[in-house]
């Protein structure tokens, strides 16, 4: 999934919605989000990503230090190999 801090997401005016029921998240090492559950999450939002265009809702957390999490289905889009993450590491 792909998620967006609160404040940051008001500052740029993104319209956020409130969820039918709260989401519990994990992280990629199983734990629980550090931030509270999921509650809202934003309307659909153009995000521009090297060539790759797309539209996406954003979940809502609180978190200073990452003001956007990029899931990993959106890069799975522009690569379905994922071997960007080995360019990084090396």
């Known amino acids: ?5 609160r404040d940051f997401a008001r500052l740029h005016q993104v319209t956020l919605r ?5 989401t519990f998240v994990l992280v990629i090492d199983g734990r629980p ?8 999450k934003s309307e659909l939002v153009r995000v521009e990503l ?8 954003f979940n809502i957390i609180s978190s200073p230090k990452h003001l956007i999490v990029l899931g990993l289905p959106l890069f799975e889009l522009r690569n379905p190999e994922i071997n960007y993450l080995f360019g990084l590491l090396a």
Do not use: A, G, Q
Request: proline letters at 8%; hydrophobic letters at 40%; a negative charge.
């Open 1 to 5: 999934s792909c998620f967006i801090e």
């Open 33 to 40: 989000i550090t931030s509270e559950n999921i509650v809202e």
């Open 50 to 57: 090297d060539k790759l265009v797309r539209v996406i809702s």
């Open 18 to 22: 409130k969820l039918p029921c709260p």
